[in-house]
């Protein structure tokens, strides 16, 4: 049986090398096995932090046209809209009411909004079960994700199992799946991780050449003068180790022969000659998708109207295990 791999990509801000290395370069990889794909915007979870209308429209634009320039083939994939699918709020509904609110209650990101003194919205609260209802609509086998989804992930399984006891056998318990590079920290700052809020120290994949080299040669590393990885105790130049590795598709241990007595200056130069490099295909393939915004919504609609009817198929099944029809 072909098996089935849903992901999501939620649309705030700009995407990062990070992003590319923790999810969507799997997802490309992932289009070279035998497996049925749905990738989606995950539009619906990007509401649950302020936002105006149009940052939000030109963000969700932007996700699908980082999305396609990295390599995820609509041909291959089925690539929508998360909001265009009814039926995953439908489903999240009939979820919410076996889910105990002690669990979404125990989330990781709901207690750090707390820890923070901020009110989180019911949104936040609920993110989970949406999140669950993504998954199981589309009898998902295999999950790509980063160490921050672990746990509402594992939460989607414990509601499989809860509602497939009560009511029979309907849906699967998907599995994970991760990258070698589920974590990039930041450049400026390697105790933290990647993140769009503190930009001198986050590659996006749309800075140019001379903003990639500057970010990288002034990368923060140590006082010490050989390369080698550790990242407990060298957590800057492990990091950039780990990011050479996952972009050029060579091994950690390679690059540390390689550099081990070239200096700092010469491995940073390397490394951000390799990224550009990288970066070069797919920011071109950028700019011309953002010149066919039709032809870009009409591909995400085509594949808008495949999910939505297997969707629909699978909450019919739900409604009746149920007793709604």
Known sequence: MTKTVVSGLKPTGRLHIGNYLGTLK????LQKKNYRRFYFIADYHALTTQYTPAEKRAEIFNMIID???V???PKKSIVFLQSRIGAHNNLAWILSTITPAG?????????ERLRANQTPNAGLFNYPVLMAADILIYDADL???GEDQRQHLELARTIARTFNRRFGHTFREPLGTHTQTPRIMSLDDPGKKMSKTSPG?????SDPPEAVKRKIMSAKTDSQKTVSY??????????????YAGISGRSIESLVREFKNSGYAIFKKSLAEEIVQFLKPVQQKRAKLLLNRVGVLKTLEAGTERANKIAEKKLVEVKRVVGLI
Not at 26 to 29: F, I, M, N, S, T
Not at 103 to 111: A, V
């Open 201 to 205: 120290g986050c590659l996006f994949l």
């Open 143 to 145: 999950v790509p994700v």
């Open 67 to 69: 999305t396609l320039a």
């Open 71 to 73: 390599g995820v083939d």
């Open 26 to 29: 799997q997802l490309v990889e």
């Open 230 to 243: 550790n990242p407990q105790r060298r957590p800057g130049i492990s990091n950039l180790l780990t990011i």
């Open 103 to 111: 669990e979404l209650g125990r989330m990781i990101e709901f207690k």
